[in-house]
């Protein structure tokens, strides 16, 4: 039996989530506490959001949950899209939401850009670096809006850090959470 998850902040806090399908590695409470508690973040809301690489989608929901108009939700995995949109249906959130069952530089023509604010959570398997390089390119995050991308610290048993650079912005922030860090960049 899997865990009980909940939404950690905002107007839905405390209401409960379908957990996460195998093969997906969610944002614990405590990162999305983490980030939802960062007025850099909120100040961004309401404004539309991209969660790429979503997995069970807490990340978005959490930018719904603090006032985001609108997400769009972007996972590979159909298992993963099935438990967003009943989570989304659970939480009365489907008419604020798409969700798109293709990998991310896939999806990149049907995307309503920019996005005031883009999570990017890939598989720690997945060099994701091309693939959200070709999204900023395509101008997914607004002028002032911010990128969060998580990554794993250590690779093959060797630190792995962010780049300072992705394409067109820069890495401003970084904070470590167990295995893995949240690399914040900006224009």
């Known amino acids: 039996m899997s865990p009980t998850v909940r939404v950690a902040t905002g107007d839905l806090a405390g209401r409960r989530l379908t957990g996460a399908v195998r093969g997906t590695r969610p944002a614990t409470a405590r990162m999305r506490d983490s980030i939802f508690n960062r007025p850099q973040i909120l100040d961004l809301l309401p404004g539309p959001v991209l969660d790429c690489y979503a997995g069970a989608g807490f990340l978005g929901i959490e930018a719904l949950s603090n006032g985001a108009t609108w997400v769009d939700f972007v996972e590979r995995n159909p298992a993963a899209c099935d438990v967003i949109r009943k989570n989304l249906s659970a939480l009365g ?95």
């Not at 990017?120 to 997914?140: C, K, N, Q, V």
């Not at 995050?141 to 060797?158: C, F, I, M, Q, S």
């Not at 820069?170 to 224009?187: C, H, I, K, M």
């Open 93 to 187: 959130l489907e008419a604020s939401a798409r969700v798109f069952t293709r990998p991310v530089e896939a999806v990149l023509p049907a995307l309503d850009m920019p996005y005031a604010l883009v999570f990017a959570d890939p598989p720690y398997d997945l060099d994701a670096t091309a693939p959200l390089i070709a999204l900023l390119e395509a101008g997914a995050v607004a002028n002032d809006g911010l990128l969060l991308w998580r990554y794993p610290v250590k690779r093959h048993g060797l630190e792995h850090p962010s780049p300072d650079r992705l394409g067109p912005l820069a890495r401003s922030e970084e904070r470590r959470y167990g295995d893995g860090a949240l690399a914040t960049y900006r224009y």
